[in-house]
Each structure stands twice: as C-alpha cells, then as structure tokens.
C-alpha cells in the first residue's frame, strides 16, 4: 500500500520560495506518476505538476510553469516540488498524489489518482 507523507509547507512573501517534499512507501516503482496537486480556499483541488517515477515527463499546469520545478530522488523515495517567485494566488493546501501506469494525456486529471497524503499549507501573503 502506497504511503504519502508532504512536509515544507509554511507561510511567505511575495515573490519568495519554498521546497516542498513528499515521501513514499509501500512499492513506488519505475511506472508510478507522482504528481502534486493544490487547493485553496473555496476552490477546487487543480494540478499543478507531476513526474513519473522512472523519470518520464515532467509535466506542469500553466500557471506554474517557469515557476515551480518537480525532481525525485530514487535514493530517498522522496518527490519534491521547487516553488519560485510565489504569488498570493498559489496560497493553498497542496497534495501529493500517486497512481501506477498513469499514460501522460492522464496525469493531469485528479480521479486518476489512488494514493493522496494528507496536505501541506502553502500561504503566499505580505
């Protein structure tokens, strides 16, 4: 059984960063899409961008793009998410999310994925 677990989550300015992490367990292999997803508040949950575990992809929503970047580390079975230049709109929970065998016209669609954590808060404010 695939385990998720987000951390790095925490309040900044405008226009500064942060490095969110997921950690897995419970047999990711080389065909899982790990993929992050956010929700703010009163909004519906949306991709933001996600990798496969072999290292296919990666793939980003457009509002992120030239902004955030996703890696994993295979050593420490740990997907990050790199967030730069943050704006008050990218305020929100953010997901982790994994699913065995996602083909890449899918990974962008939340009813795909099987396995979620349990969210990490990202505040964007002055």
């Known amino acids: 059984q695939v385990q998720l677990t987000e951390s790095g989550g925490g309040s900044v300015q405008p226009g500064g960063s942060l490095r969110l992490s997921c950690a897995a367990s419970?047999?990711?292999?080389?065909?899982?899409?790990i993929g992050w997803f956010r929700q703010g508040r009163g909004k519906e949950r949306e991709f933001v961008a996600s990798?496969?575990?072999?290292?296919?992809?990666?793939w980003y929503a457009d509002s992120v793009k030239d902004r955030f970047t996703i890696s994993r580390d295979k050593a420490k079975t740990t997907v990050y998410l790199q967030m730069r230049s943050l704006k008050p709109e990218d305020t929100a929970v953010y997901y982790c999310?994994?699913?065995?065998?996602?083909?890449?016209?899918?990974?962008?669609?939340?009813?795909?994925?099987?396995?979620w954590g349990q969210g990490t808060l990202v505040t964007v404010s002055s």
């Open positions: 419970g047999g990711i292999g080389a065909s899982h899409v």
């Open positions: 999310a994994a699913e065995y065998g996602l083909i890449a016209g899918l990974v962008g669609r939340e009813s795909e994925y099987q396995h």
């Open positions: 990798i496969r575990w072999s290292g296919g992809g990666p």
